[in-house]
């Protein structure tokens, strides 16, 4: 019941600056914890961020920490990962997912219910 569209991504040089913007088309988005993921070709998708539905807390991977920012604005039902600092390892196809509250593990990407077709970014050196 949650449809969900990230754009945005592109090509960036290395340091640069990238925001990824994810849309969500329902009646219940602030019901959700959003989370972003990421996949680099042969390799699994890890875990980037995530922002609990009730706010406040955010939970970052080490290998982004002090150089990404999520955000939500429930209002405009949007979630956004703000990318500073970028590095070519940063170079992924980046996916937007949500659950229902809080019942999974939400640095577990199995645990999230609906899923974005994803964004390319490509970070280059």
């Known amino acids: 019941q949650l449809q969900l569209v990230e754009s945005r991504g592109g090509l960036v040089q290395a340091g640069g600056s990238l925001r990824l913007p994810c849309a969500a088309f329902g009646r219940t988005f602030s019901s959700y914890t959003m989370g972003w993921f990421r996949q680099a070709p042969g390799k699994e998708r890890e875990f980037v961020a995530a922002i609990h539905w009730s706010g406040g807390l955010k939970y970052y991977a080490d290998s982004v920490k002090g150089r990404f920012t999520i955000s939500r604005d429930n209002a405009k039902n949007t979630v956004a990962l703000q990318m500073d600092s970028l590095k070519p390892e940063d170079t992924a196809v980046y996916y937007c997912?949500?659950?229902?509250?809080?019942?999974?593990?939400?640095?577990?990407?199995?645990?999230?219910?609906?899923w974005g077709q994803g964004t390319q970014v490509t970070v280059s050196s």
């Open positions: 997912a949500a659950q229902y509250y809080s019942r999974r593990d939400v640095l577990d990407g199995g645990g999230y219910e609906y």
